[in-house]
């Protein structure tokens, strides 16, 4: 019995029914079901979350897209199947990209009629791939109130996750992405896209931000007291480089801490710079004087990347987990090779994110990457998770730089 939670997105009545039916038939017991967008985003702020979303493209046409947009915004959908009979491959290709740009996974297109033998084996490969469950449910009734924001902040609910960042050739620990999560005392944890919106509309986002850098902090000093080198990241959001305090605070917790600076980077997302204030600047400035290195976050996917290089004090970039994903397509190949190129024309270290796959991992180090994260070497996880973990993947992935000749 397949334990999966579905959403079938269609506008036919008929194909809808037939659809259902053969899910049904497949061992899915749990399918809701839906006409278009916004009846499909009502019923899951009713019901509650699905993890794959199975969507008719000409319902994708209509209000299908903006149904997507708002509902992984809501944390009400994973994964995106699409049913789409004698469709032209640039119009799939073009359809795939955007449920990537999304932050959506993309298990591919199942085609129309739907058959169970090309939908089983994306059901099977999403099953099998450990990927955290949806909100439930997250309607504006359910998401968390001011006053439980508040009361979250005063018990210290608010804590950091971490992600480990690996050197693609040996595969040991270089460091961890720090990642928000709010573990409620009721009700279970929640990712950011749940509160975050709140909390910056309350003001509290700097105060949540140096909670979860003290943690952080607190966590390197343990990790670097084997004599190891451990390196952090933190997200931060262009409306606290506004702030003009805002660097001599990070340079007082430094100091509080006896943390190095260039063992921290920042990282920010290039879109949020499309109209940055001269302010934001100077604290960039301010940070990298400090001896903090800047990360422009995924890099690539913005309109202005190469722009905003040019102009912001940045030492490193993130490449965006889209390219990574679609590493065998040759106009992505070719976008990693050129921005690694690029980086170290700079003298700038790359980051590649989203790293699932031994393939993507050879792609990746026959190209001279050294850094990246993602789930093949591990998942976020918790402070004390971290402090006791190690590898437990395939050793033998770390062995050699290239695949074996055929």
């Given amino acids: 019995m397949n334990t999966l939670r579905l959403l079938m997105l269609e506008r036919h009545d008929l194909q809808r029914t037939v659809a259902v039916n053969t899910l049904c038939h497949m061992g899915c017991i749990d399918v809701l079901q839906a006409s278009g967008g916004q009846a499909a985003l009502s019923l899951l702020h009713l019901k509650g979350g699905v993890d794959i979303a199975l969507c008719d493209l000409q319902t994708l046409a209509m209000d299908g897209l903006l149904f997507l947009s708002q509902a992984r915004e809501a944390g009400l959908?994973?994964?995106?199947?699409?049913?789409?009979?004698?469709?032209?491959?640039?119009?799939?290709?073009?359809?795939e990209q955007i449920v990537r740009l999304q932050g959506l996974e993309w298990l591919g297109n199942a085609g129309r009629p739907l058959r169970a033998e090309a939908l089983g084996p994306m059901l099977q490969a999403?099953?099998?791939?450990?990927?955290?469950?949806?909100?439930?449910?997250?309607?504006p009734g359910c998401r968390p109130g001011d006053e439980e924001i508040l009361d979250g902040i005063d018990r210290q609910e608010f804590c950091a996750w971490f992600q480990p960042k690996f050197h693609l050739g040996s595969g040991m620990i270089q460091g961890a992405e720090v990642l928000l999560r709010w573990q409620r005392t009721r009700g279970g944890m929640l990712s950011p896209g749940a509160?975050?919106?709140?909390v910056v509309q309350l003001g509290l986002l700097d105060k949540v931000f140096f909670r979860i850098f003290e943690q952080g902090l607190r966590l390197q000093q343990f990790m670097q007291s084997g004599g190891n080198g451990f390196k952090l990241?933190?997200?931060?959001?262009?409306?606290?480089?506004?702030?003009?305090?805002?660097?001599?605070?990070?340079r007082q917790v430094l100091n509080k801490h006896d943390a190095s600076p260039a063992s921290l980077t920042f990282e920010l997302t290039e879109t949020g710079f499309l109209q940055a204030p001269g302010i934001c600047m100077a604290s960039m400035f301010g940070l990298r004087m400090l001896g903090c290195n800047l990360s422009m976050d995924d890099f690539g996917v913005g309109y202005s990347s190469?722009?905003?290089?040019?102009?912001?004090?940045?030492?490193?970039?993130?490449l965006d987990a889209g390219f990574i994903r679609d590493f065998k397509h040759k106009r992505s190949v070719a976008v990693i090779r050129s921005v690694l190129e690029l980086?170290?024309?700079?003298?700038?270290?790359?980051?590649?994110?989203?790293?699932?796959?031994?393939?993507q991992l050879r792609c990746l180090q026959s190209m001279g990457c050294q850094l990246g994260q993602g789930y093949l070497y591990a998942r976020p996880m918790s402070e004390a998770q971290l402090m006791t973990w190690t590898f437990s993947g395939d050793p033998s992935i770390w062995h050699a730089v290239f695949p074996p000749a055929e």
Wanted: hydrophobic letters at 40%.
């Fill in 306 to 318: 190469l722009e905003r290089l040019c102009l912001l004090p940045f030492n490193e970039v993130k």
């Fill in 195 to 198: 509160f975050l919106p709140a």
């Fill in 343 to 359: 980086a170290r024309s700079l003298n700038m270290q790359v980051v590649a994110e989203g790293i699932e796959s031994v393939e």
């Fill in 126 to 139: 999403y099953s099998t791939g450990s990927r955290s469950r949806v909100a439930q449910p997250c309607d």
């Fill in 77 to 95: 959908v994973n994964a995106v199947i699409i049913c789409g009979a004698a469709t032209p491959d640039e119009l799939i290709d073009n359809v």
């Fill in 233 to 250: 990241a933190f997200n931060l959001d262009t409306s606290q480089l506004q702030c003009p305090h805002f660097v001599d605070r990070i």
